[in-house]
Each structure stands twice: as structure tokens, then as C-alpha cells.
């Protein structure tokens, strides 16, 4: 569940990153602004994901940049949509890693493998 996990922050980090020249162009935010914040959000995708395998306080934080990223789109409105899908894909990647790796315990194997 890591790895897709991760697969999913990390490409979410890039959209984030992709919709800073939406938000100064098109939503008219300032670049003062759009630049240091879509970075840091976009940063924090990449820190979480990267701390994944380090306990359940990374999921925990990816869940709350879900809500973060969904928010977004109060200021560039697209990002409601793929705010909303990027959030849908983390929560089947929870729901379905979790019937996974409880299916691998009950047949002995290891989790990921």
C-alpha cells in the first residue's frame, strides 16, 4: 500500500505544481502568493509520501492534504475536480490496501509481497 500510496501523492504534487500558472493567469491570483503556497503544498505531497513507510502519522497527514488540495478550488475552481479525484484515489488506495494486506495476513504472507 506504500508505493501506490506514494505513487498517488507524488503525482498530486505534480498537478499542484502544474496548476500554479492556472492560478496566476487564469484565477487571477497573485504570483506572490500562487508561486511560495502551490510550492509548499506541493513540497508537503512530496515529504508525505515520502515518510509513508515510516508509520500511520504520514497517512494521517495525506488525508488532511487531501482536504487541503480540495480547498483549493475556492481559488482556482478546477482544482475542486481534481482535488476531488486525487482525494478519491487516496481513500480507495486506503480502503483497498487495508483489504489487501488483511487477505495477506490471513493467508500467512507477508504485506507487500
Known sequence: MNRIAAMV???????????????????DVDASIAIPVGLAIALAGVLVA???RRGKVAYYLGSALQVVVVALGFVVPIMFALGGIFALLWFLTLWLGRKVEAAQAARGERPGG
Open 9 to 27: 501523492l507524488s503525482v498530486e504534487a505534480l498537478v499542484i505544481a502544474l496548476a500554479i500558472p492556472v492560478a496566476v493567469s487564469i484565477s
Open 50 to 52: 515520502a515518510f509513508l
